[in-house]
């Protein structure tokens, strides 16, 4: 059914401004610093309403300062839960606003820095999440470094 133009609703969308290509070339050596990147990336998926499906959970998170990691802290923590992320300590500024994104939604957040590839280190952070926090209930294993090998045989835990 069409309408007359006077009874026709008239629907306000709101318009947001995105970054547009191209961007600026950048490289930085390993391990990257998401602070020094423009434009920034977007992590905190504001339209994302929490449901707290993860209520007195404790989620630590490896590679949790930056990227994909930050962006799992701070919806993990819209979702109700605790957060500990594990970052390496030349990343302390991107973990720093990571912490501040996870503060913002009301929720408690441990940062720990050191090395994944260190398993003594692993079971260190384990330990001090749940020493923090009194239990663990999620693991996001999300550190990572693409190294480029011939075969599967190649990969080792380093």
Not at 25 to 53: L, M, N, S, T
Not at 123 to 136: N, P, S, Y
């Amino acid at each position: 059914m069409l309408r007359s133009p006077r009874t026709q609703r008239v629907r306000k969308t709101r318009v947001k401004t995105q970054p547009a290509p191209p961007f600026p070339r950048q490289h930085q050596r390993r391990p990257g610093i998401e602070a020094k990147i423009h434009p920034a990336p977007r992590f905190d998926a504001r339209e994302y309403k929490g449901g707290g499906v993860l209520f007195n959970k404790v989620a630590l998170i490896t590679g949790g300062d930056s990227g994909i990691g930050r962006a799992a802290a701070v919806l993990c923590a819209r979702e109700g839960a605790e957060i500990a992320i594990v970052y390496l300590k030349q990343e302390q500024e991107d973990a720093e606003r990571t912490a501040e994104a996870v503060a913002q939604e009301g929720r408690r957040i441990l940062l720990i820095p050191g090395d994944v590839r260190r398993s003594a280190f692993c079971k260190r952070a384990v330990e001090k999440t749940i020493t923090r926090f009194g239990h663990l209930d999620i693991l996001v294993n999300n550190a990572a470094y693409q190294k480029h090998r011939d075969s599967k045989g190649q990969i080792d835990d380093e």
